[in-house]
T-cell receptor
Framework: DTGVSQDPRHKITKRGQNVTFRCDPISEHNRLYWYRQTLGQGPEFLTYFQNEAQLEKSRLLSDRFSAERPKGSFSTLEIQRTEQGDSAMYLC??????????????FGPGTRLTVL | QQPVQSPQAVILREGEDAVINCSSSKALYSVHWYRQKHGEAPVFLMILLKGGEQKGHDKISASFNEKKQQSSLYLTASQLSYSGTYFCGTHTGANNLFFGTGTRLTVIP
């Protein structure tokens, strides 16, 4: 399977705990995105990497959220001191570098986070 | 910057046609269309670029009017497999997409 993979698929945690999610993009894709999706809504952009550089962060991304892509391959998204409002599906997507704005994004299956 | 989609939901019988609209208040560089089935990740359908164009993909096609900052997705002769939530994602020149709230399409036999 050469698609985007995410791990874990489901995570249940207690309020105040830290959680970390992993995303493995399609191997030749240098762009990687994190989105958050809540029930009945479209994906909301969180952050974007081009290779290992984090080039853009949404205002939605509070200081409890941090993302890395250390070698320009897989990425991790960490949420510290989780809150119930963090419960959502966290989606990762990757895209190849072509014409700006013309890059289709391929989504992974997502990690569903439930904060109790 | 979130685009507005209409309708919010539509129910079709197999073989009927549907149009889903997406409009933005910002100048658009491109529009991306995705379909998401319940519990699954969004699946890419097509991109339309600035310059105003139409694209087709089997019986699913789309148009992009950059002057009006609008795009429409056309589904013809709908099949049961078309059921799902359709999202438009708009690209305004930054690196990320802004997704609409989606249009839930249900195709019944």
């Amino acid at each position: 399977d050469t698609g985007v993979s995410q791990d874990p698929r489901h995570k249940i945690t207690k309020r105040g705990q830290n959680v970390t999610f992993r995303c493995d993009p399609i191997s030749e894709h240098n762009r990687l995105y994190w989105y958050r999706q809540t029930l009945g809504q479209g994906p909301e952009f969180l952050t974007y990497f081009q290779n290992e550089a984090q080039l853009e962060k949404s205002r939605l991304l509070s200081d409890r959220f941090s993302a890395e892509r250390p070698k320009g391959s897989f990425s991790t998204l960490e949420i510290q001191r989780t809150e119930q409002g963090d419960s959502a599906m966290y989606l990762c997507a990757s895209s190849p570098r072509r014409i700006a704005g013309a890059n289709e994004q391929f989504f992974g299956p997502g990690t569903r986070l439930t904060v109790l | 910057q979130q685009p507005v989609q209409s309708p919010q939901a539509v129910i079709l019988r197999e073989g009927e046609d549907a149009v889903i609209n997406c409009s933005s208040s910002k100048a658009l560089y491109s529009v991306h269309w995705y379909r998401q089935k319940h519990g699954e990740a969004p699946v890419f359908l097509m991109i339309l670029l600035k310059g105003g164009e139409q694209k087709g993909h089997d019986k699913i096609s789309a148009s992009f009017n950059e002057k009006k900052q609008q795009s429409s997705l056309y589904l013809t002769a709908s099949q049961l497999s078309y059921s799902g939530t359709y999202f438009c994602g708009t690209h305004t020149g930054a690196n990320n997409l802004f997704f609409g709230t989606g249009t839930r399409l249900t195709v019944i036999p």
